[in-house]
Every structure is written in structure tokens, then in C-alpha cells.
């Protein structure tokens, strides 16, 4: 369907006989918009979507309700608490990812996918019992086990199913989804818990996760397993598989220079995720309203870029968008320490766009660079490397925060910007050398 012709009768009111002329000018800009969307023809993507919907928009209650939980067990040490839950969390996915990984090339993905959201339903349902500190830790640490067993294994899924003509649209839409999700999510989740009350609203988990889990079974066994044949797969040692996974991700020049964008990435996402709260209340000397609108400003930033990303950079490196990146975010963050609120906002929306054109594009490079057959390894270990960039990008954030409280963003992007600048001049380096050799 071309939407174009959706608008044509408001078109032809406001431009009379130029309505032709200003069509054509339209065109190109409404399908850069409408472009996801087609990906969502392909029915095995699109039920697999929404089931990656319906799990994601029922993670953000189990969060909010976990925050909510620990105040009831502890209320005097409940940030402590809910801090080591999320340590847990990106733990779970360091370790465990890569085997994830291996694994989704050895056994029948789909079993995969509805054995893990099938434990995950029930750990969330178990949450609302809860009554001590080590059952939080130990409960959340399962849940993210089996996180980090489903999540490689979707990601290595989606460029098998969809056309390599829009692969990027795909995985697109799905970042666009998450970071969305991640924004309005919690939002409704809070109204929820007002509603059914705290420990309820993981019930609301677990119904979303049994919704994911009927389009899942939805989805013919064979349409998850192109790429990859488990009846002739090679038995391997795990180990070596492993290994073989984080050889591939860091051997390719492209996707070691993609890789090391989001590590600088994650250093500027943290100082924002780690210290706004503090510039907004102390610095600033305004309330959670505010912190709210920042946040969720910079969410939307993200959401659109990924949504757009796909269709507009169409180069085979996505250098355009990885290196505008990390620039845009270093240099949003710079001034943060130095403009008002109603400045901190735009800051943050170009914040959250930099954030998306450097973290978004190594899936889509695995993708494009990795043979199907090893694809799930590869996405395995990014996804593990990834959070872990992360878990040294928070302590980093922390101490700037502590150590400079009133120009912790401005070093902060600082080192963002040195070390894009020392990413690119490596990248160029290697491309010069690789000349020199022919």
C-alpha cells in the first residue's frame, strides 16, 4: 500500500495544482517512516516481534515491582539491594551469553525460545513470595540466566527469516521497540501497581510472557531453524565454540571498530544514566518531575533514531552512523554541567540519538559479516562483551559523579571524545596498512 495517497485529499486543499509537485517532495520523507513497518509482512518476524514485545512491556513491571519489593523487605537498605540484583543481572549475561550463543546452533531454536520464556514465567511468579534479601538475589540471577540464553538466540534468528533487503528495518523496528518500551513502560507499570499493588504486578509479567509464549508456539519449527542445521552440526567442545565466537567478533575489522564505538558509547550512557538525577535535584534544584522528563526525553531521542536508522544509512561499515555517534553523544554530555533545564533537554534528545547510531549498528554488522552458521555464537558473545563494557562503564560513571561533582559531565565527555578519536585514527590506521599490503 503507498501511504502517500492517505494524505492526498489534504494535500490537494492546501496546494490546490501543485498537489503533484509537493507529492513527489513527500514521498521519499513518508517512506523513510513506513519503510519498518513492511518488515512486518514476513509473518514468522512479525509473530516473533510481538512476542518480543509482549516480554519486554512485561519486563518493565517486573523491575518496577522489584524496586517496590525490596523497600517492603528492607526498607532502610533497599538501594543496596535492588543495586546488587542489577550487578546479578549483568553477571548472568556475561557468563552465560556466550554458551547462549552456542548453544542456538546445536539445538532447536524454537525449544529454546519457549523453554526459556516458559522458566522466566514462572520465576516471575514466584517473586511475589519473597520474603528475604537472598531470595531476590537468587531469583533474579535465574531470571537473567535464561535472559541471556533468549535474547542471543532471538537476535541470531531475525536475519534468517527476513529479506537481506531489509534486514536493517527489522532490526530497526526492534531496537525502536525496545527503547520505547523502555521509556513508556515503567510509566505504566507505576499506574498498574497503584492499581493491583505491588506484588501483583508481577502476575502482569507473567501474563505477558504467556502471551509470548503462544505466538512463539505460533511460528513453524523450520522458519527459526534457516541458517542452521542441528542434525549436521559438528558435536565441537563448548569452550572452543565459545572461543570461536569472541575470535569471529573481534577478527572482523568492522565489527571490532563497531564494538569499541560502544564501549565509548557506554561510558557517555552511563554518565547519563548514573548522574542526571544528581544534576537535575542538587545541581539544578528541581524535582523527580523534571528527572522524569529528562529520562524520557532522552529514551525518545533513541527510540526514533532506531526506528529511522535502517532506512537511512545504508552503508555496508554503518561508520557514518557509529562515528556521528559517539561524537554527538560526547559532545551533548560536555555542556551538561553548564546550560539550564530547558537546555539539558534538547542536550538530551541528541544524547539519545548518539546513543542509537553507536550502539545500533553491530547487530546488524553480525548480520551482514558472519556466516549464518556461526552467527549464534557471534551474537552470543556481543551480547555478553556488550553488558560488560557496561558494568565497567558504571564505575567509571560513578566516580566522575563523586569525584567532580559539578564538571562530572564535562570529563565525561571528555573521555568520550578522546576516545572516539583514538578509535578512528586505529580504524584509519588499519585501513592504511591493509593498502599497504596490497
Not at 528492607?74 to 549475561?93: C, D, E, F, K, M
Not at 539445538?107 to 516471575?124: D, E, F, G, S
Not at 523450520?222 to 549436521?232: H, I, R, S, Y
Request: charged share 15%; proline share 4%; aromatic share 14%.
Amino acid at each position: 500500500m503507498d501511504y502517500c495517497y492517505i494524505w492526498q485529499p489534504i494535500f490537494r486543499i492546501a496546494f490546490g495544482s501543485d498537489l503533484n509537485k509537493h507529492y513527489m517532495e513527500t514521498r521519499p520523507l513518508l517512506k523513510i517512516f513506513t519503510e519498518p513497518f513492511k518488515t512486518l509482512r514476513n509473518s514468522t518476524f512479525a509473530r516473533l516481534y510481538f512476542a518480543q514485545i509482549a516480554s519486554l512491556f512485561g519486563d518493565a513491571f517486573t523491575w518496577l515491582g522489584l524496586a517496590l519489593l525490596t523497600y517492603q523487605i528492607n526498607p532502610g537498605n533497599a538501594a543496596a539491594i535492588l543495586a546488587s540484583a542489577l550487578t546479578l543481572r549483568v553477571t548472568a549475561y556475561i557468563i552465560f551469553s556466550p554458551f547462549a550463543g552456542v548453544v542456538s546452533e546445536k539445538l532447536i531454536r524454537k525449544n529454546i525460545l519457549l523453554l526459556t520464556q516458559l522458566a522466566r514465567m514462572a520465576i516471575v511468579c514466584m517473586l511475589p513470595f519473597v520474603t528475604k534479601e537472598w531470595q531476590v538475589y537468587g531469583l533474579i540471577f535465574a531470571l537473567n540466566v535464561f535472559a541471556a540464553f533468549f535474547t542471543p538466540t532471538y537476535r541470531a534468528i531475525i536475519p534468517q527469516i527476513v529479506e537481506k533487503e531489509i534486514y536493517r528495518e527489522a532490526n530497526g523496528l526492534s531496537m525502536a521497540t525496545f527503547q520505547l518500551l523502555s521509556v513508556f513502560g515503567p510509566a505504566l507499570a507505576g499506574v498498574f501497581a497503584v492499581w493491583l499493588g505491588a506484588k501483583q504486578i508481577f502476575f502482569v509479567n507473567g501474563a505477558t510472557l504467556f502471551i509470548a509464549i503462544l505466538l512463539i508456539l505460533t511460528i513453524p519449527m523450520a522458519a527459526l531453524q534457516k541458517g542452521v542445521n542441528t542434525d549436521n552440526t559438528p558435536p565441537g567442545n563448548t569452550w572452543s565454540e565459545v572461543i570461536k565466537g569472541i575470535r569471529l567478533l573481534f577478527g572482523n575489522k568492522i565489527l571490532r571498530f563497531s564494538l569499541s564505538i560502544e564501549f565509548i558509547s557506554a561510558i557517555a550512557g552511563a554518565m547519563v544514566l548514573v548522574n542526571t538525577v544528581g544534576l537535575v535535584k542538587t545541581s539544578l534544584q528541581l524535582d523527580d518531575k523534571h528527572y522524569g522528563w529528562m529520562m524520557a526525553i532522552f529514551g525518545v531521542g533513541a527510540a526514533i533514531t532506531a526506528f529511522l536508522l535502517g532506512s537511512l544509512d545504508k552503508t555496508k561499515t554503518r561508520s557514518i552512523s557509529l562515528i556521528s555517534g559517539a561524537i554527538l553523544i560526547g559532545l551533548a554530555i560536555s555542556f551538561a554541567n553548564f546550560v539550564p533545564y530547558n537546555g539539558l533537554l534538547f542536550l538530551w534528545v541528541f544524547a539519545g540519538i548518539g546513543q542509537t547510531l553507536a550502539d545500533m549498528p553491530s547487530e546488524t554488522l553480525i548480520g551482514e559479516n558472519i556466516e549464518p552458521q556461526d552467527q549464534g555464537k557471534v551474537y552470543g558473545s556481543h551480547f555478553a562483551f556488550s553488558h560488560l563494557w557496561w558494568a565497567i562503564a558504571y564505575p567509571i560513571a560513578g566516580f566522575l559523579g563523586t569525584r567532580f561533582p559539578e564538571k562530572e559531565f564535562l570529563y565525561g565527555g571528555m573521555l568520550t571524545l578522546v576516545l572516539a578519536v583514538i578509535a578512528v585514527l586505529a580504524l584509519k590506521s588499519s585501513k592504511g596498512n591493509r593498502k599497504k599490503a596490497f
